[in-house]
């Protein structure tokens, strides 16, 4: 592509910053970069910003922790300076087919099974936010480029238009960062904002809220579904059904991938692109029976005495909670808590009561939690202050016939760096409870 801006500011240098500075130095751009936790002046950084040093770029290229509505970026937009996310600025940079999955729940799991069916037929390889920034497919040579995309990266994206779009689901999530419920779903619905009658959109048939938005796009549409028949792929009894061309037939069956079962929608979503890629079945389902879940999601870390103890710690937000509690049988004993995103907790409540033996509000969240338990008519609540209290409390309380399950709906940034990190602790403190008690 031609370049048209002469000097660059990267702001934020972690994988994305790095991966952008990659491709300026090889197309000799000047740039300077700025991260507010590398206090370095000199040697291309910057040690502090200001209105006036904006002013000198042409071009400012955010990494995806980094929102619109920070001060500086919002200076850039308004003096008429570009600003784009790091994906946006890769896919400058590419030309092989993106394929690019988002929603609030699974994109990740999405991700690494696609990429995985695909690979047994093309080159490719995952990019975006499973951790390697899309940048770094620069001078690459792939068939398909396989795109994690989250609401932070999709917030500074404008040419960005996949050949496959596929859209999970949409939830509540991340409103501390994009103010409003609305300005989340105008982040995720930009993944589609730029489909051409060219394009490919494979949606959630069974998302009400994300298919009364998407009714007039101009992309050639493909669903997924639990409940209904689609074009697509759908699930009818045992069954999981493939219709996406004039033959319809069944692919494989449900009772043989009972260890994804909390995550069929994921693997529904998986086979829809497989099959207009047109992978050969039988490499489709092997790909998905060999295929391991993401750490942290449902994942069984201990079963004793006749109590079952899940991690699951991934879900973060109450969309991933309640699909969670949806595949865990009665008796549940719920850690709940960490970092609040300003999501609203009554849906755990109104929905599974009746499954919800305890509920251990625990962390930053844990007040409002606890006031929306009680509001909704639930009294089997414990409050703990830090994580390690409640995963203790929540062991104490957890008898035969019980799970318990870390599937917190927050953040884990009050207390932890991460949400593997948050799963990693749990798992070691059940397993030196346990130990405890022998």
């Known amino acids: 592509m031609n370049f048209d801006y002469k000097n660059v500011l990267i702001m934020g240098y972690g994988k994305s910053g790095l991966a952008v500075e990659e491709i300026l130095k090889k197309n000799n751009v000047k ?55 790091e994906m946006e600025f890769g896919y400058w940079f590419t030309s092989s087919p993106v394929i690019a999955i988002t929603g609030t729940n699974g994109k990740t799991t999405t991700t690494m099974l696609t990429q995985n069916i695909i ?22 040579s792939y068939e398909y480029l396989v795109c994690e995309v989250s609401s932070f990266q999709l917030e500074s994206t404008y040419s960005f238009s996949p050949y496959i779009s596929v859209i999970l689901n949409i939830a509540e999530d991340h409103l501390d960062r994009h103010k409003t419920f609305e300005n989340y779903i105008r982040c995720k619905l930009g993944l589609i904002k730029n489909c051409t009658e060219n394009s490919l959109v494979v949606l959630n048939g069974d998302d009400e809220l994300l298919l009364n938005r998407v009714e007039n796009i ?20 045992d069954d999981i059904v493939v219709n996406i061309s004039s033959k319809k037939y069944t692919l494989l069956k449900l009772k043989d991938i009972e260890q994804l079962g909390s995550v069929i929608e994921d693997v529904l979503a998986s086979i829809v692109v497989a099959k207009l890629l047109k992978i050969d079945d039988q490499k489709i389902v092997e790909q998905i029976k060999n295929f391991c879940i ?55 409540f109104l929905k599974y009561s009746n499954k919800i033996s305890h509920v251990i509000a625990f962390g930053a969240a844990r007040k ?24 203790k409390a929540g062991y104490n309380l957890a008898s035969k016939g019980d799970t318990l399950l ?3 709906s927050c953040a884990s940034f009050d207390e932890f760096d991460s949400y593997a990190v948050r799963g990693e602790k749990f798992e070691s403190i059940i397993k030196e409870l346990a130990n405890a008690k022998n």
């Open 406 to 408: 870390l599937s917190p």
């Open 31 to 85: 740039y300077k970069i700025y991260d507010k936790n590398h206090k370095i002046n000199g040697g291309g950084f910057l040690s502090k910003l200001s209105k006036k040093i904006i002013l000198d770029f042409d071009l400012v290229v955010i990494s995806p922790g980094i929102s619109i509505f920070d001060k500086y970026v919002a200076f850039a937009e308004k003096s008429g300076i570009k600003v784009v996310g």
């Open 294 to 348: 993401a750490p942290h999601r449902m994942k069984t870390v201990l079963e004793k005495n006749g109590v079952k103890y899940i991690d699951d710690s991934k879900s973060t937000n109450v969309h991933s909670t309640l699909n969670a509690l949806s595949c865990v049988n009665n008796n549940i004993v719920l850690l709940l808590g960490g970092s609040d995103k300003n999501l609203n907790f009554d849906q755990i």
């Open 218 to 237: 101009k992309a050639k549409k493909y669903y997924f579904s639990k409940f209904k028949k689609v074009k697509g792929v759908y699930i009818n009894g």
């Open 368 to 391: 409002k939690i606890a006031k929306s338990a009680v509001s909704n008519g639930f009294e089997n609540l414990e409050v703990c202050k830090t994580f390690f209290e409640a995963v």
């Open 119 to 140: 690979s047994s037929t093309f080159s490719s390889s995952a990019f975006g936010n499973i951790g390697t920034p899309l940048s770094t497919a620069y001078q690459k």
